[in-house]
């Protein structure tokens, strides 16, 4: 009998811990989602943030060749974050291959990346649903070419970067060949090598590229965008308190019109309609 008890009891003991230490557990996994955005209190803590900015040429991102440092209006964002946050800042140069890769990793807290909403993108990150820009994509091919219209690059080969959200309408929608590089530099290249018949990317780089210098005044672009959408910023999946943060700082530049100013200091024509949009919705919020 006593055996029998002893047996008893300490079957009875350990389902018991072994009970406690699932239920010790499904608690810590029910807790998880309010521990897990940590960014926030790393950019406190360190007193710095950590931004991927594109530069990949033109106003909205390159390198000043006199200072080898970064300008244009993805680090113009960044530095006003930086500066809007109260934190240091430090810049990671990335590109359409890599930024999602580098923000997932933890090489980057948040992308300024000319990287625009869409619902794939949505699956994969978090981001601040305010938007700072709205840009679309255009072709950009030799201004001697037959092509006109974004229904003739059907069958024919494109340069543009990899990751880019126009691969997918340029060639399910107008049957167009993607060929895909590095980032607009490379792909840039490779047009005037005469290895596409065409480039697309934003608007905002192809635009004032034929509009002002001088190597591209013998291309034009092929308009009207292509799929025009809301550029945010991006952090990891599940980061709320980071977006939200960073939300309320965008909110902020529409409100005060400084991303409207900011557009005029660096030039940026055509001028987007949708900052004064958004700048009427908030000034007033």
Same mark, same amino acid.
């Given at each position: 009998m006593r055996?029998?008890?002893?047996?008893s009891?300490?079957r009875s003991l350990?389902q018991f811990a072994?009970a406690l230490?699932l239920?010790?557990?499904?608690a810590?996994l029910?807790?998880?989602?309010?521990?897990a955005d @940590?960014?926030l209190?790393?950019i406190k803590s360190r007193n710095?943030?950590v931004?991927?900015?594109m530069l990949?040429?033109?106003?909205f991102?390159?390198?000043?060749?006199?200072?080898?440092?970064p300008v244009?209006? /993805?680090?113009?964002?960044?530095?006003?974050l930086?500066?809007d946050?109260?934190?240091?800042l430090?810049?990671v140069?990335?590109?359409p291959? /890599?930024?999602?890769?580098l923000l997932q990793q933890?090489?980057?807290?948040?992308?300024i990346?000319?990287m625009?909403?869409?619902?794939?993108?949505?699956?994969l990150?978090?981001?601040?649903?305010?938007?700072?820009y709205? &840009?679309?994509?255009?072709?950009?091919v030799p201004?001697?070419?037959?092509?006109?219209?974004?229904?003739?690059l059907r069958?024919k080969d494109i340069c543009?970067s990899?990751g880019s959200s126009?691969i997918k309408? &340029?060639?399910t929608?107008?049957g167009?060949i993607?060929?895909?590089?590095?980032g607009?530099?490379?792909?840039?290249?490779a047009?005037r090598?005469?290895n596409?018949?065409?480039?697309v990317?934003?608007?905002?780089l192809?635009n004032?590229l &034929?509009?002002?210098?001088p190597?591209?005044?013998?291309?034009r672009?092929?308009t009207p965008?292509?799929?025009?959408?809301?550029?945010v910023?991006w &952090?990891?999946?599940?980061?709320q308190?980071? @977006?939200a943060?960073?939300?309320?700082?965008i909110?902020?530049?529409?409100?005060?019109g400084? $991303?409207?100013?900011?557009?005029?200091?660096?030039?940026?024509t055509p001028?987007?309609?949708? $900052?004064p949009?958004?700048h /009427?919705?908030y000034?007033?919020g």
């Amino acid at each position: 009998m006593r055996n029998s008890f002893h047996t008893s009891t300490s079957r009875s003991l350990s389902q018991f811990a072994a009970a406690l230490a699932l239920t010790g557990a499904t608690a810590l996994l029910a807790s998880a989602p309010a521990h897990a955005d @940590a960014t926030l209190d790393k950019i406190k803590s360190r007193n710095k943030i950590v931004v991927g900015v594109m530069l990949s040429g033109g106003p909205f991102g390159s390198i000043d060749p006199s200072t080898q440092k970064p300008v244009g209006w /993805n680090f113009e964002l960044a530095q006003k974050l930086a500066q809007d946050l109260g934190v240091e800042l430090e810049t990671v140069q990335v590109q359409p291959s /890599n930024r999602v890769q580098l923000l997932q990793q933890g090489k980057v807290d948040v992308l300024i990346a000319s990287m625009e909403w869409n619902a794939e993108r949505g699956e994969l990150l978090s981001f601040a649903p305010t938007p700072f820009y709205r &840009v679309g994509g255009v072709a950009i091919v030799p201004a001697d070419s037959s092509i006109r219209r974004w229904e003739d690059l059907r069958g024919k080969d494109i340069c543009i970067s990899q990751g880019s959200s126009y691969i997918k309408p &340029v060639s399910t929608e107008y049957g167009a060949i993607p060929k895909g590089f590095k980032g607009a530099p490379e792909s840039l290249l490779a047009l005037r090598g005469g290895n596409c018949v065409a480039a697309v990317h934003d608007a905002t780089l192809l635009n004032p590229l &034929v509009a002002s210098n001088p190597d591209w005044k013998n291309y034009r672009t092929i308009t009207p965008e292509l799929i025009p959408g809301n550029s945010v910023a991006w &952090v990891r999946k599940g980061e709320q308190d980071t @977006a939200a943060a960073i939300d309320r700082v965008i909110q902020g530049w529409h409100k005060s019109g400084w $991303l409207i100013a900011t557009e005029k200091k660096l030039d940026i024509t055509p001028a987007s309609p949708a $900052l004064p949009e958004l700048h /009427n919705k908030y000034k007033n919020g």
